[in-house]
């Protein structure tokens, strides 16, 4: 009985000792824990984020480029993403995402404790499973360069994914951390990152628009966006969508009739992949994104912290002027005349080799200026050794107007495969407000990168012509004042031209038919400096020598300046600054940047007026009458406008006018030296005006447009000159004097 006693008291004291060093080690796991947790949140074993980090997220957002009407014309990029407000989510997406993700969801601060043991007592049995949240998920998508492989490293990103998603739970409310994570989830291929990005990506729709097994089958991939790709493994996706459906029915969010039939419908994939040149507009967004660099670098403008933007970072908004629509029209207007423009040039070509001769410069030339040479250049690679490998045949994928061609040719054929193709710039603008409508640098932006509208000077040929008339008319002579219309020379120099409209001829005739004797002589008679510096006020920023041969385009301009120096005709004589930016925004909102455009007055608002009513002329029986044939848009309403055709037929303008838009078109190749042998398929009112037409009247058949049919209206004072020669009495003073004379004596 003794030893009994003694044994049952020893058990005891066993029981006491064994329960203390239970409560002690428990009580140190505790205070391990809690000073592990601290170490974790203090940063110890690896830097978590800040509150206003927590605050601000840093993620790759794209700026988006938005028309008038705020759609979406492209974006800039590091990775193709775009955020949505929680607004703009299908309910279907967060069923789905909460009913396969995280079922209580609504029910933690950040961490669901039961699911964690769960998950590790199925881990410690080989059955591994995800126990992470959608706030823990939504830690690493921020804070997080890559999910690590290592295990103990793996387990300490783990403990800080806990820390930071409750902090997240107490800065967010639950809608924001949705939004959030839809925001940043990477869906693989195709450079897409975000709800946004995917479901235009794969469905070619918007997040709002998902239907259940869209929304479904986008949430299944993020298990794996390789593995359950419905391009690459669609079997596995449409398997891992079923399940997802499966979870929202569960979850009750879907009735067993909506499972099934969802389940029913087959992936129906929109592919819709993104890359710099998809969307509309792509010339004038490659020439925005480094105007705008420049003018965030003129003005300084920088983030808060004094570190530059960067658009393809920062999720900036870009508003610009560009009308959607418009834009359409105008792409299809200049696709529509070169594909036939394009063969009647191949059929010249056809038994001739363009590379003889002076030509054959060209090949070497474009080789030269290629990314191909620069790269072997680079290497190292000798002149012989590169012009060897230019000889030798590799695949190649070609531009035709009806689509891309992959082929096996010499990358020295491509270069000449691809100089045989006419070049195009189209720009069209409101004259009273300098805001740009449409843009179309080019025919194939995937192909031929280099911008034609604004990055070009081309030589402008009689489009030049106005401003030597302007210059007459401000300087106080009649529209329908007479000068000879004859081959004369000035010094040593005697311009070429042929006589139509008699000898001597009207300025407003000499215009109409874009007469060159009679254009010399006007600038001789004005003065060369004169006619330089008013084609400077307008706005052309290339070099305008102080040359008689100026008056007949001997000179450079780009199609941006040219349409900008006619729209202050149209706009009673003041000249405003083109503008292709309305405003940038950051991405909560704020404007950063604001565009204030230049406004000069370039003439009186008489002459300009005048010079409205001359250029009418050119389209109403001058060079540009077919504008009013059918075949050309055969349009009807108040036009007016100029021809340009330089020598040899290298290249062809078009530039209109009408009260709401100036329109510029220019059409001719690479090489001035590959054109057009003759001049009725090679002149202006043939290889440029043709698109004007096409263009305006799909413009102004658009009643959405608001543009009326209008006459362009008189200038704010009235005439105090004569326009209709018809009842024009003849003068035989100075201009000067003329200008002064009241209508009295001009015979009104």
Not at 109 to 117: K, Q
Not at 194 to 213: M, Q, V
Not at 317 to 344: C, F, G, H
Request: hydrophobic fraction near 35%.
């Amino acid at each position: 009985m003794k030893r009994e006693s003694k044994q049952n008291k020893l058990t005891e004291e066993d029981v006491k000792r064994y329960t203390r060093n239970f409560w002690k080690i428990l009580a140190g796991i505790v205070v391990f824990g809690a000073v592990f947790i601290l170490s974790v949140r203090l940063g110890v074993f690896g830097k978590l984020p800040s509150f206003e980090e927590l605050e601000n997220p840093k993620s790759n957002l794209a700026s988006e480029i938005l028309a008038d009407d705020l759609r979406v014309l492209g974006t800039y990029y590091k990775h193709n993403r775009s955020n949505v407000k929680y607004s703009e989510l299908s309910p279907y997406l967060i069923q789905a995402l909460i009913a396969t993700e995280d079922k209580r969801f609504y029910d933690h601060s950040g961490i669901d404790y039961s699911r964690t043991i769960t998950t590790v007592f199925h881990t410690l049995l080989g059955n591994k499973q995800g126990g992470s949240t959608i706030t823990q998920q939504l830690a690493l998508n921020l804070f997080s360069e890559r999910r690590e492989r290592n295990t103990i490293k793996r387990i300490m990103q783990k403990f800080q994914e806990w820390v930071t998603a409750v902090r997240l739970e107490r800065s967010y409310t639950k809608e924001e951390i949705i939004t959030m994570y839809f925001n940043t989830v990477d869906f693989g291929a195709y450079n897409t990152y975000g709800i946004k990005s995917a479901a235009r990506t794969y469905f070619n729709t918007t997040p709002d628009k998902l239907k259940p097994e869209e929304a479904a089958l986008l949430v299944g991939m993020l298990k794996g966006p390789s593995a359950y790709s419905p391009v690459r493994f669609p079997e596995n996706a449409l398997a891992r969508r079923n399940t997802v459906l499966n979870n929202m029915a569960n979850q009750h969010f879907l009735s067993k009739e909506e499972v099934q039939k969802a389940k029913d419908e087959p992936i129906k994939l929109q592919l819709r992949i993104s890359n710099y040149g998809e969307g509309l507009a792509p010339y004038f967004r490659a020439v925005l994104k480094e105007e705008i660099k420049k003018e965030f670098q003129r003005l300084s403008i920088t983030k808060a912290d004094g570190t530059p933007w960067d658009l393809d970072r920062d999720g900036l908004k870009i508003y610009t002027p560009i009308n959607y629509v418009m834009q359409q029209y105008a792409e299809a207007a200049q696709k529509e005349w070169m594909m036939k423009l394009q063969r009647d040039f191949d059929r010249q070509y056809r038994n001739a080799d363009p590379f003889k001769g002076a030509n054959a410069k060209l090949l070497i030339a474009g080789m030269r200026r290629s990314d191909r040479y620069r790269v072997l250049k680079e290497a190292g690679m000798s002149e012989e050794d590169i012009k060897a490998h230019f000889n030798k045949k590799v695949p190649m994928t070609l531009f035709t107007y009806r689509g891309n061609v992959d082929t096996v040719m010499t990358p020295m054929d491509s270069i000449r495969y691809n100089k045989l193709f006419l070049r195009n710039a189209v720009m069209s603008m409101e004259p009273k407000t300098g805001h740009i409508k449409a843009w179309v640098g080019g025919i194939s932006f995937e192909h031929f990168k280099f911008d034609h509208v604004k990055l070009a000077q081309r030589q402008v040929g009689s489009t030049a012509k106005p401003f030597t008339y302007a210059t007459a008319i401000d300087n106080g002579y009649s529209p329908c004042f007479t000068v000879p219309n004859h081959m004369r020379t000035y010094g040593n120099w005697t311009p070429r031209g042929t006589v139509q409209g008699g000898d001597p001829i009207t300025l407003k005739n000499a215009l109409k038919y874009s007469q060159n004797f009679a254009t010399a002589y006007v600038i001789n008679e004005v003065g060369a400096s004169n006619v330089a510096a008013l084609t400077k006020k307008m706005g052309i920023t290339s070099n305008v020598p102080n040359y008689p041969s100026i008056s007949l385009g001997a000179y450079e301009a780009s199609v941006y300046d040219m349409v900008g120096a006619y729209a202050a005709f149209v706009n009673h004589g003041t000249w405003i600054e083109p503008t292709m930016i309305l405003r940038i925004e950051d991405k909560n909102g704020t404007p950063i940047y604001e565009k204030a455009p230049k406004v000069v007055k370039a003439i009186n608002s008489e002459t300009a007026y005048i010079m409205v009513d001359m250029l009418k002329g050119v389209v109403d029986g001058g060079t540009g009458s077919r504008l009013r044939r059918a075949e050309y848009g055969g349009l009807t309403n108040p036009i007016g406008g100029k021809t340009g055709t330089t020598n040899d037929n290298s290249d062809a303008w078009f530039i209109g006018i009408t009260p709401d838009l100036v329109t510029g078109i220019w059409t001719g190749a690479e090489d001035r030296g590959i054109r057009f042998y003759s001049m009725a398929s090679g002149q202006g009112a043939s290889a440029a005006l043709p698109i004007f037409g096409l263009y305006m009247k799909k413009v102004y058949d658009d009643k959405t447009l608001h543009y009326t049919k209008d006459d362009f209206p008189l200038p704010p004072g009235g005439l105090t000159r004569e326009i209709d020669c018809s009842r024009y009495v003849p003068f035989y003073g100075t201009p000067s004097e003329e200008a002064e004379l009241d209508d009295d004596r001009l015979g009104f």
